[in-house]
DNA sequence: TTTTAACCGAGACGGTACGTCCCGTCTTTTT
DNA sequence: AAAAAGACGGGACGTACCGTCTCGGTTAAAA
């Protein structure tokens, strides 16, 4: 007699190849393959693994490198809380430390590129990599606004278009002419906003 | 016997072709293909054309790429001058209204995409496309401050950073979402920055 | 302490499972699978049957198509006695109507044409389904040697093998073409052949 | 302007591919292969050549396989034309010798066994192999037939079935036994054979 | 009774070959 | 000499089976 959460019958699906087949995924993307340059083939082979048991887990490339790129849990940095700029600070410059990266950069490429070709992977990235980040940012301004630190009719959302846009724009720059992100960039960004951010009496 | 400034002897390649290939390549980009997906073979069938004509004229796909590109002149808007305001509004809302056109969105994604897979290609977008733009913009910022209407110690590359990167993270955002960016997003953006850029008098 | 002929320990194996097998395996075989085309896989499906099952009692595919063609017993027609001829007729009519089915056909195929790729096999379908009809054949001849009715030098091994090779090529040669082999082939053959097998006073 | 019989426009098929395809095609064959067991990627590396180009002209495995075995001529032999006896045994020992050949061997295995699967290749395989023999025993028969040689009521059709049939029987069960087909086989086939052919004031 | 050993089905595993598509190159006739 | 057509060797695609290997669940002899 078998009870309810009983596993479906034959053998189970293993863990090791699981893990196998997305951290090549994530290598290959890492060293700097894009979606479509990405071979299953190639995936296979680097993890030890036939083809077939990747199709049997997801339909297409899409759908491994989706839960590939979802497997990246975004390491939130813990904020110490005194003021909103040292929190901004810290929140921007882990954007800027990531960007130092191959790897990172290359996902990031990847993910933020083709969401126009495969939404649905860019929708899970979004999911699970971007909106924590800007729930977190969102709660440090509007406890800077509650605070009175901010002005009162600070438009949070724009605030934080604000400031992510403006790092991941620098980054970008920055990888481009082969220049690094100046280290201090992130306080002068948050510095230059507060500018404007700040209420009066602050 | 042959004049001075004589044609190369033989068949001189066709114009139509040429253009017929760049046409075919910019449909293709429009159409959602990426520098990967998008086939040589496809441009040519499209271009009522063989592989080998292509072939003659670039060395291979992002060279074809980045000279259809090059073709997409950006114009500038014709911009004022009355306020540092007014002109930067009708700088962004380019911008904005850029993003609402698909073939846009394609060809900006491609552009910037792909930088760290085909830098070239990014190289001589950023030469045409971007950099022009930057040094408008730099200048109204800079007349900005010459005229005392903003801050004599903006950091003016840092402010143009924040409204482009501003303006690029919500359109992007926005597409994401499937909303269209709110029409006053460009008047917004501006206001929300000046309140810092501004100087003291202003 | 167990006792002589005792079963060994566990589940004893299912004869249902093992009967299922090899009819499903003649039933492939009987639409027209190869021994290469006859997927062990499609055996399990039509058998209702796991791979392990199978692969548990026979060692590869040529064993198990090997089991399955001895399963088929070749009923030996009884034959009168009185006349060779009679005798030679009814043995090869036999061979003539086994040609009619489509079944039978595809048997003696793939048993006869994988001789060189499958020895054993063929091994196996000639101790069982061969040699006892040339047994029987050779009876007939050597009676007849012995009644007189035939050559006493007659060559009986070289009257079988006209016998049965013209047969055979015969229902081949018919079967190829689509017709049917005449109802008094086996008749017409051993007339033919008699004429040269009959003794002078004969 | 161009003539009638002009090329097609493009580079033209390789002649040197398409025998080194067929030639790798027969050396596989003749090492045993099955046509299921023939790989047309085995094929394609053993030729030199990549697997489009034997698509491109192949439909499939069959067809392949069909115009590899269709090439190869059967070099009738000459015959001297003096006695019927003399002609058949020619004719048969050819067959015999052809049976020592293992290539040749395996080559009349694919031929004959896989007619029932492959029957278009059946079909070629009798065109261009079995019937311009057939025809030139039908010649001696027919021609022995006119000179009172044989009787003038054999059955020429049958008569050609005794012979082929015994000596393609003989080949195969000598073949399956290990042993070599005894070399005067074919004289002893022949001989016993027309001890029923013979017209009686022969 | 209770082990316990072998079987059962289902189904995942690492592979090989399939036949298709496109790559970038090469070779031919036509313009 | 360039154009178009199209064949070339190569490589990845996603599918179907291969023969092997776990699994949870019978089944029946041995303890």
Redesign the interface.
């Given at each position: 007699m078998s009870v309810t959460g009983t596993r479906p019958a034959g053998r189970p699906r293993s863990e090791r190849a699981e893990k196998a087949i997305v951290d090549a995924t994530l290598d290959l993307i890492g060293e700097?393959a894009?979606?479509?340059?990405l071979s299953i083939e190639a995936v296979a082979a680097r993890a030890g693994v036939g083809k077939t048991t990747i199709y049997r887990r997801w339909a297409n490339k899409e759908e491994l490198v989706g839960d590939a790129l979802a497997t990246l849990k975004a390491p939130l940095p813990v904020v110490a809380g005194r003021t909103v700029r040292e929190d901004l600070v810290a929140y921007l410059d882990v954007m800027r430390q990531d960007s130092l990266h191959v790897r990172t950069?290359?996902i990031m490429?990847i993910a933020?590129?083709?969401?126009?070709?495969h939404?649905r992977l860019?929708?899970r990235f979004?999911q699970t990599a971007i909106e924590p980040r800007r729930a977190a940012m969102r709660a440090v301004l509007e406890r800077g606004v509650a605070t009175g630190e901010l002005r009162a009719d600070l438009?949070v959302e724009?605030?934080m278009?604000?400031l992510?846009?403006?790092?991941?724009?620098?980054t970008?720059?920055a990888?481009?002419g082969g220049a690094l992100p100046s280290p201090d960039l992130a306080s002068?960004?948050v510095d230059?906003?507060?500018?404007?951010?700040r209420s009066a009496q602050a």
């Open positions: 700097g894009s979606v479509s340059e950069r290359c490429n933020m590129s083709d969401q126009e070709r939404p860019y929708e979004h438009d724009l605030a278009g604000m992510t846009g403006t790092m991941l724009w620098y970008k720059a990888s481009h002068r960004i230059e906003a507060l500018r404007g951010f």
